[in-house]
C-alpha cells in the first residue's frame, strides 16, 4: 500500500497539454496568453472583478494589503486561526498585528468578537488600517456580516480564501466578499499550479497591484521607476496548468465532499470523534476533512497523528493559531481560547481528490483502531 497523504496534487484533465502548449509557444516568461488566461478563467469563476496572477498566495496577500493603502505604523487585524502567512504578509508592510479569535460555527473570525475589539477601537481612535478575514479549510466566514461591520467604520476587508477556492457563502464566492481577495496554487490546496497566486477585487486596485508586481516599470522605452517594485507574477507555464486544474474544480470538489461524507459515516460510532461544523448559510469547497478529538478519548492530535504515520497515513494537527507562535508572541490578542481548543482537539485527515474509496475506508479503520485499542 502507499503512503496517503493529506492533499496531494491532483492533475486529471488537460493540464499537460496546456503546459506543453505554453512551452511550444516560447513564452516562457511571466507573461503570455496562459497568464492572461488563467485570469480570466478565475474571473470568470468566481464572479471577482478583476484578478491578477501572481507567485504565490502570500504575494497576493502582501499586493492586497499595499494597494489597501497599509503601511509602517498602521494596524491590521487577522484571524489567529490560520496558517502563518496572512500574518507575514502584514509583517511585511511595517504595520503591527492584532488577532482575533474563532468562532465554533465556522471556526473562522468571530463576528461578535470584531464588533466589539471595532467599537473600542473607533472610540480610541484606533482603527485597523485593514481586516484580514481567512476562510479556514475551505469554509468562509460570517462574511456578509464582517464585511458589514468594516464598511460601517470604513476598514478595507482583505480576504484570505487561498484555502477555498471553490467554496461560497451566502450563495457568493470566496474571496469575492472583500474588497481585495487571495487566492494559493500551492502544491497542497485545492487546486495547485505547483506554486502561484492570483489576487482579486476593485479592478483599480487589482491594476495596481498588476503594476507593481512587475517591478513597478513605467510604460517607457526605457526603465524607469516611480515606486518600489517587487518581482511576483506567476509563470506562463504554471498559469497554462492552473487553467487546466480550474476547468475540474468542480468534480475535484464534489469528490472532496463525497470523502468527507465517507468519513462522516466510516467513524459516526466512535466515541469521541467529531467533525468541523459546515455552517449550512456557505457551501465549503471540502479541501479538507477535520475530526476533532474529545479529551475523553485519551489520545491527542499528536498521538493519533503519529498512530497514522506508522501506517503511512499524513495527517496533521489543525493550525497551531497565531497567537500561540513564539514570533507573535507580543501581538494583542482578541479572545483566543476557542482557537486553543481547536488546534489541541483537531486533527486534518488525507483529503485528496484522488483518494479511492479504498483510501478512505483504510484511514477509517486506522483512526477507529488508534481510538479503541487505546
Ligand atoms: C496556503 C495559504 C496561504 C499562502 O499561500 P502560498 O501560495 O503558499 O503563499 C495563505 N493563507 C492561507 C490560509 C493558506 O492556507
Redesign the pocket.
Given at each position: 500500500m502507499g503512503r496517503l497523504y493529506l492533499s496531494p496534487p491532483d492533475m486529471s484533465g488537460s493540464e499537460r497539454e496546456r503546459l506543453l502548449q505554453a512551452f511550444d509557444s516560447n513564452w516562457i516568461t511571466t507573461m503570455g496568453a496562459a497568464v492572461d488566461g488563467f485570469e480570466a478563467d478565475v474571473v470568470a469563476f468566481t464572479g471577482a472583478e478583476a484578478a491578477v496572477a501572481l507567485a504565490?498566495?502570500?504575494?497576493?496577500?502582501h499586493l492586497a494589503l499595499v494597494v489597501a493603502g497599509v503601511r509602517s505604523g498602521d494596524e491590521v487585524w487577522v484571524s489567529t486561526l490560520?496558517?502563518a502567512?496572512?500574518a507575514n504578509a502584514v509583517v511585511y508592510t511595517g504595520a503591527s498585528l492584532r488577532f482575533i479569535d474563532s468562532d465554533r460555527t465556522t471556526w473562522n473570525m468571530d463576528p461578535e468578537l470584531l464588533a466589539a475589539a471595532l467599537a473600542e477601537a473607533a472610540a480610541a481612535d484606533r482603527l485597523p488600517a485593514a481586516v484580514i478575514v481567512?476562510d479556514?479549510y475551505g469554509q468562509c466566514a460570517e462574511l456578509d456580516r464582517i464585511g458589514e461591520l468594516c464598511d460601517q467604520y470604513g476598514v478595507a476587508v482583505v480576504e484570505?480564501a487561498?484555502?477555498a477556492l471553490g467554496a461560497t457563502w451566502q450563495g457568493r464566492s470566496a474571496g469575492t466578499w472583500g474588497r481585495l481577495g487571495?487566492f494559493?496554487?500551492?502544491g497542497?490546496?485545492i487546486i495547485t499550479t505547483g506554486?502561484?497566486?492570483m489576487l482579486v477585487g476593485d479592478a483599480e486596485l487589482v491594476d495596481r497591484a498588476r503594476y507593481l508586481s512587475q517591478q513597478a516599470r513605467q510604460p517607457v522605452l526605457h526603465y524607469e521607476h516611480v515606486d518600489v517594485g517587487y518581482n511576483y507574477r506567476l509563470s506562463n507555464l504554471l498559469a497554462a496548468v492552473g487553467s487546466g486544474q480550474l476547468a475540474e474544480l468542480p468534480g475535484k470538489i464534489e469528490r472532496r465532499h463525497a470523502i468527507n461524507r465517507a468519513y462522516r459515516a466510516g467513524l459516526a460510532d466512535v466515541d469521541g470523534v467529531d467533525f468541523m461544523p459546515w455552517d449550512d448559510r456557505g457551501s465549503p469547497n471540502g479541501w479538507l476533512t477535520l475530526i476533532t478529538l474529545d479529551p475523553s478519548t485519551g489520545l491527542t492530535p499528536h498521538e493519533l497523528c503519529a498512530a497514522l504515520e506508522s501506517q503511512d497515513i499524513e495527517a496533521r494537527p489543525a493550525w497551531k493559531p497565531m497567537h500561540l507562535q513564539p514570533v507573535f508572541a507580543d501581538v494583542p490578542t482578541v479572545g483566543g481560547e476557542v482557537a486553543a481548543e481547536l488546534f489541541d482537539r483537531g486533527v486534518c485527515l488525507p483529503s485528496g481528490s484522488a483518494m479511492t474509496d479504498d483510501d478512505v475506508d483504510r484511514v477509517v479503520e486506522a483512526v477507529t483502531g488508534a481510538l479503541t485499542n487505546g
Open positions: 504565490s498566495g502570500t504575494a497576493a496577500l490560520t496558517f502567512a496572512p481567512v479556514i484570505d487561498a484555502e487571495a494559493s496554487f500551492n497542497n490546496k506554486g502561484g497566486g
